[in-house]
């Protein structure tokens, strides 16, 4: 660095020469005016290229607009296309949803699911599946190949995936959801329509539309390659933000948006061109040729004015760099952080910067031209003085650091000779070699606190290899010092030591401090537990302190094996000083009061629980402890958290010192919460089961196996006709009242339970009375031994005989109506509340033209009951026949047509009444075939209107009339024109009011012309 300096001094000074020679400063300013706007040929080279650019570029964007309008008008047809073929795709996936819906009855039973998807999806293009979602969770998918994972999936459950499914069932209306990612595999929306049943939410009707398929349906093509980007978003209504279809593209134009309906939603697809506007290629030579003239034209101006400024600009610019070398020459010499002054050989200052005036007490200005030994006399003969002439003589760089008395200053000094004189660069180091010399001092310090520190103290480098120890830690390992440097300190560690708790070098080496404990090695072999504190000494030094603490983890260790003892026991253990604050207060007392030690210690066991003593006081309590030294008992108290009471088993007992004087006080206690209350249960228990075996109509009875004794209530003793107390009932006289035939199984099988250690038995048998045999229910329990040897058995027996009587009575009304069921010239069929039917008899079978196996179990759908020509008439009728069924409760004389076997169609009258049969709900059901009725109803109806045409057609006037009404039902326009009347006031009027010479008995039908009828008679 001051070598370079030097150098540049040197130049500084050849260039200074060369200024003051050749070269008067001048001012730019005043040798020229300012340039004209014609003298400035940069601008105007600008100005041209500019202008002809402008020019060009407004011809490029009228071509650019024409283009720009071709193309938007293209897009817009294309995103049109697209969005008609979405709606399609979308109305198609609406219409699936209801077909399917159709098909589940108003009872909420599907049939035949598989069968009517496949056929929707084939004849619904741009759906990838069909599911039926009863109660929101996933029960029906067709295909079910590829769909397995959603089977049992409940989306109302699904907080991430069930907003659209709510909107959807407020509103009634479908609604799609999505996209997002498929359970079953890859990226779709889901579009749910509700279905609702007896006016109840009975779940979902749902297509699933893969993106791959939407987009192939509407045409969509995501990867851009037909010069168009597609984007289809929505608002999530969740969350409100925009949710994309397709990955986001980076497009080059403008976009064009279009909104695409969907139910009970909006989605907006929008279109962007990949590659820019195409067709443009006479647009861009346009432009290059534009480009093009107007650089030219712009360099062709710059040339012509840029001859009479150049040769001016060059004489100026070497006038500049001149003074700026001149300028920078000084200024590095100003800048440098060393004092700088150079001498010619005279030993007279030829340069002195402001470093150095302010070092020497001295202008700078003050000093050029004097001779330094007669400035600074004093410092002639000191050593410097010989340093600077020797560097002279020598024509060698020389180094020196001194003390100058003179300005009272250590001066590091950097001399340069050369054949003109001396430079010298010089700093001023007294805080350095201050802070030397003091460091020195506090070495000397350093070195005896070392030394004397009970403590042992290693120092090492950064790879533990020791280069200080002191006195403590030779002694501690039993090596001399002189045997402990050099060595590592793995050498001092313990094999196992080492790999378990190894050295932590690299953080040391981040600036951290290290306090832990670890085992010391021995000279002799043996172990010692020592603390280590470490951290850096310096930036190549670490440093540890090592203290013994054999004795501290002998104390640790007895402490934590009290402690322990004390928080492991299961027993609240809680001491006290002699002014009952806590002390102590182990785990147990944590688990059994809800209050944690920190809460505890130094508060009165009063400030945070409630105690009671049963029998006795709290006074009395310690006043028996004062007096024995101990007390015993119980005691409650309500739990802070649960408000419960809590039952205690206690101890207090008093802590004496050595002196026999009370120190304190020492409270155990055991929970006997759990003990209390199960004696109080049992007690409740024996109680209520006394209360109960007296007061039920069932015969309780209790038997012990090894007494062979049964204890019972009065309703058993008054069954053995036995006064209670009199006599013992044992198990053969059970036996023997038993009714013969039922005796034998139920030995058999109370043997059979008691083998398998059974716990539970229920009968049904006779059993004799006083007034004879009578029927009874018995469910008993069997308690067993340790062994498995049984020890009791209990049991209720109840008095089954009026419902055996019923039942037999229910049997044999069963069998009259199945005989008149079956025998009745009715088609009769009986339905459970499903609809499926339980029974039919002959004639049911013979209209429906089946047989008995195709149609008993099976779903009025399936058994042709409901027409299978139309679906939308077998919805209607579905729905009518709920309806009916829900306001009457009943059917009567529905008129429905059915499909036959042949093919034909048939109308039967259907009649539907409750019945309450084997305590289920079911339909009887009759069905009359009047198909040949509404045959001839039809005819007769066509017979009519072809009369009706006839009369009101023909061109005689012609009238018909009613005998009951006595007015005319029918009337031709013939027949308006002859009495000049309206067809609408001819029928409010009879012949009478026409013509009242008409006798009463002339038959109702006339033939008006020429003024005589048919009769002859006039008209």
């Known amino acids: 660095m001051a070598g370079s300096i030097f150098r540049s001094i040197s130049n500084f000074k050849r260039i200074s020469k060369m200024q003051k020679a050749d070269l008067v400063e001048q001012d730019p300013g005043k040798r020229s005016n300012t340039y004209s706007f014609f003298n400035k040929p940069v601008l105007l080279g600008l100005v ?133 990612s498929l359970r079953q595999g890859g ?14 939410f009975w779940g979902f009707s749902a297509v699933v ?55 009970n939603g909006e989605w ?110 004093d410092d002639i003969d000191k050593p410097y003085y010989h340093a600077y002439r020797h560097a002279m003589q020598s024509q060698q760089y020389q180094f020196y650091e001194e003390f100058y008395p003179s300005l009272n200053k250590w001066f590091e000094n950097h001399m340069y ?35 004397q520190a009970s403590d042992g103290i290693v120092i090492t480098d950064m790879e533990g290899n020791i280069l200080e120890v002191n006195n403590s830690i030779a002694e501690l390992c039993g090596y001399t010092i002189e045997e402990m440097l050099g060595e590592h300190l793995y050498r001092f560690i313990p094999k196992d030591d080492v790999e378990a708790n190894p050295l932590r070098f690299k953080e040391l080496m981040e600036g951290k401090s290290l306090l832990y404990e670890r085992k010391l090695l021995k000279k002799d072999g043996t172990l010692v537990d020592i603390e280590v504190n470490s951290k850096m000494a310096s930036s190549q030094t670490l440093i540890g302190f090592i203290r013994d603490i054999t004795e501290r983890k002998k104390h640790e260790a007895a402490v934590q094996y009290q402690a322990s003892l004390l928080q492991n026991v299961s027993d609240a253990i809680t001491s006290f000083d002699v002014n009952r604050n806590i002390v102590s207060w182990n785990r147990a007392c944590e688990e059994l009061y809800g209050i944690t030690a920190e809460e505890a210690l130094g508060k009165r066991v009063p400030e945070l629980v409630t105690f009671e003593y049963p029998g006795t006081t709290n006074d009395e309590v310690f006043k028996q402890l004062f007096n024995l030294g101990y007390w015993k008992g119980e005691f409650n108290f309500i739990h802070p958290q649960t408000k419960e009471t809590v039952y205690l088993l206690s101890n207090l007992n008093v802590m004496k010192n050595e002196r026999g004087d009370v120190t304190g006080f020492i409270l155990t206690s055991k929970n006997i919460t759990s003990r209390i209350q199960a004696e109080e249960l049992v007690r409740k228990s024996n109680e209520r089961f006394e209360l109960i075996a007296q007061s039920t109509n069932d015969a309780v009875w209790d038997h012990n196996f090894q007494l062979n004794e049964t204890w019972g209530n009065n309703k058993l003793y008054d069954l053995y006709g036995i006064e209670p107390g009199t006599r013992k009932i044992n198990f053969e006289m059970f036996l023997d009242r038993l009714h013969p035939e039922d005796r034998p199984g139920i030995v058999e099988r109370m043997n059979a339970v008691i083998a398998v250690k059974g716990d539970s038995i229920s009968e049904e048998f006779r059993f004799k009375t006083a ?17 498995g040897n049984p020890l009791r058995i209990l ?70 009951i409901i027409s299978k020509v139309d679906p939308s008439k077998k919805a209607g009728i579905d729905a009518e026949v709920e309806d009916l069924l829900q306001k009457a409760g009943k059917l009567n004389n ?61 061109p005689e006037a012609l009238v018909v009339f009613g005998v009951e009404v006595k007015q005319f039902v029918s009337v031709s326009e013939s027949a308006t024109k002859l009495f000049g009347m309206s067809k609408d006031a001819l029928l409010q009027i009879g012949p009478v009011d026409v013509s009242p010479q008409i006798p009463a008995r002339w038959p109702p039908v006339f033939r008006i012309g020429r003024g005589k009828n048919s009769t002859g008679h006039p008209g």
């Open 48 to 180: 041209t290229f500019t202008g002809l650019l402008v020019l060009f570029g407004l011809l490029i964007y009228q071509r650019y607009l024409l283009v720009k309008k071709s193309k938007e008008k293209e897009a817009i047809e294309i995103i049109n296309q697209a969005k008609d073929k979405l709606q399609e795709t979308l109305s198609q996936s609406l219409s699936a949803t209801k077909t399917i819906s159709f098909f589940i009855d108003p009872y909420g039973q599907i049939s035949n699911f598989d069968s009517i998807a496949a056929q929707v999806l084939e004849t619904t293009k741009g759906i990838d599946a069909l599911q039926l979602v009863p109660e929101g969770i996933i029960k029906y998918v067709y295909p079910l190949a590829g769909n397995e994972s959603v089977i049992g999936y409940n989306i109302l459950k699904d907080s991430a995936r069930n907003k659209e499914a709510f909107k959807a069932i407020e509103k009634k209306e479908m609604f799609f959801a999505g996209p997002f």
């Open 187 to 200: 990226t779709g929306v889901v579009g749910r329509l509700p279905v609702y049943r007896n006016n109840k």
């Open 209 to 263: 539309i893969r993106m791959s398929t939407l987009f192939k349906a509407a045409g969509i093509d995501s990867a851009g390659s037909n010069g168009y980007h597609f984007q289809l978003s929505k608002i999530n209504p969740g969350t409100g933000n925009e949710e994309y279809f397709l990955p986001v593209q980076k497009v080059t134009s403008g976009t064009q948006v279009v909104s695409v309906d969907v139910p």
């Open 268 to 377: 907006k697809l929008t279109i962007a061109m990949s590659t820019g506007y195409r067709g443009t290629d006479d647009i861009k030579l346009l432009a290059f040729l534009g480009f093009l003239v107007s650089l030219l034209g712009g360099l062709f101006v710059y040339k012509v004015t840029i001859r009479p400024k150049r040769l001016n600009e060059l004489v100026q610019n070497r006038t500049r760099e001149l003074r700026t070398s001149e300028h920078n020459y000084r200024s590095l010499i100003e800048r440098v952080s060393d004092a700088f002054i150079s001498m010619d050989n005279d030993w007279n200052f030829t340069y002195v910067n402001k470093k150095a005036g302010e070092l020497l007490g001295k202008l700078p200005e003050k000093l050029l031209g004097k001779n330094i030994w007669e400035i600074f006399p």
């Open 417 to 451: 000779p050369s054949k003109d004189g001396l430079t010298i660069f010089f700093k001023d180091v007294t805080q350095i070699k201050n802070v030397t010399l003091a460091l020195s001092d506090k070495e000397e310090k350093y070195r005896s606190l070392i030394e």
């Open 771 to 787: 007034g004879g045999y009578k029927f009874f229910y018995d469910r008993s329990y069997i308690k067993y031994d340790a062994e």
């Open 795 to 864: 049991g209720a027996m109840q008095d089954i005989t009026e419902r055996e009587k019923a039942k037999k009575t229910i049997l044999e009304s069963e069998e009259k109506f199945s005989r008149s069921f079956h025998s009745n010239l009715l088609g009769l069929a009986l339905y459970d509340d499903g609809f499926y039917i339980v029974d039919a008899n002959d004639v049911y079978i013979q209209i429906l033209e089946s047989t008995r196996e195709e149609l008993i179990g099976k779903h009025s759908d399936e058994a042709g």
């Open 894 to 954: 529905y008129e429905m047509e059915i499909e036959k076997r042949n093919g034909q169609m048939a109308t039967i009258l259907i009649s539907m009444e409750p019945l309450r049969l084997n305590e289920k709900d079911h339909w009887l059901t009759s069905a009359i075939d009047i198909s040949e009725k509404k045959k001839a109803e039809k005819a007769l109806q066509e017979s009519e209107e072809k009369y009706r045409a006839l009369v009101e057609n023909a």
